[in-house]
DNA sequence: CTAGTTGCAAAGAGTTTGCATGGCG
DNA sequence: CGCCATGCAAACTCTTTGCAACTAG
């Protein structure tokens, strides 16, 4: 995988490096590179690949589809992300609060975390203002 | 939803209450109920109306298709989920445990972790051992 | 009775794959 | 030049839906 770098290949490194923390479907990648000339398989030929390598997560966010993120970083390799419903934005956890997560359970319960799956879904700080707000208003 | 309670939907939960803390498939349920009269359309039907009722839960184990396992005690409203991706059983996180994350999640990052809908992936103590023992010997 | 529910088969959405062509190195 | 990657369209899988027949209450 990934011995030539063609130019789709490029043109989505490129894609998924400006959009660090969401999270996005095949699809939505597939249209907004359309312009550059990628057909849909090789999006997705090209994600399988750079899943494989462990470059990009792939995530659930409920629906039948399957989401995307960038994790190139030594950051995202170590930590555990929470993942907001709303908005699909990515955080990384607190390292702090992520080893006293993982110590508890390999403690208490004998379960083995895998980081580079495990995705704490909920709402980040900016939606539950939006949400609120929305309640307030009508 | 749930007017009636046809043969179908007697079958369908009792089986999901023969087999709580396991993550089925739409298909794997089908398929144990072919032999009870149980139609695919009905399965998720019934599936869509228990979901949407609370009484089931839907995760994902990375694959395409959607799992589905029973919540319908108070246990499992109030308590996070493990789910072993090797064996799909789910399991209970220790309820201290549980509230020191969210906790540290809400102080620390402002994040509010949704119960319902985390699950954290990993190994489960059983299938550890498991693959420790493959790995020695085959 | 009568409205919710079912089964079937067809439609849909998302993803994968076969094959000939094209392009990286 | 050789092999990998691409594009297209067909195939696939899982899930949803339309409709006539059925059934619980």
């Known amino acids: 995988m990934a011995a030539y770098i063609t ?14 923390d969401e999270s996005l479907s095949a699809g ?3 249209g907004a590179l359309a312009g550059a000339g990628i057909s849909v398989s090789a999006v997705y030929r090209n994600l399988a690949a ?3 390598e462990g470059r990009i997560r792939r995530v659930s966010r409920g629906g039948r589809e399957a989401y995307y993120q960038f994790s190139d970083s030594q950051d995202c390799r170590d930590h555990l992300h929470l993942l907001c419903k709303s ?12 080893e006293t997560l993982i110590r508890n359970l390999i403690r208490h319960e004998q379960f083995l975390v895998d980081r580079v799956d ?15 707000m929305e309640k307030n208003h009508g």
């Open 7 to 20: 130019k789709q290949r490029r043109a989505l490194l490129d894609y998924l490096a400006m959009h660090p």
């Open 28 to 30: 939505d990648i597939a």
């Open 50 to 52: 750079l899943e494989e």
């Open 87 to 98: 908005c699909g934005t990515t955080y990384h956890m607190d390292e702090e609060d992520a």
């Open 118 to 132: 495990t995705v704490l879904y909920g709402t980040c700080e900016a939606c539950q203002i939006r949400k609120r």
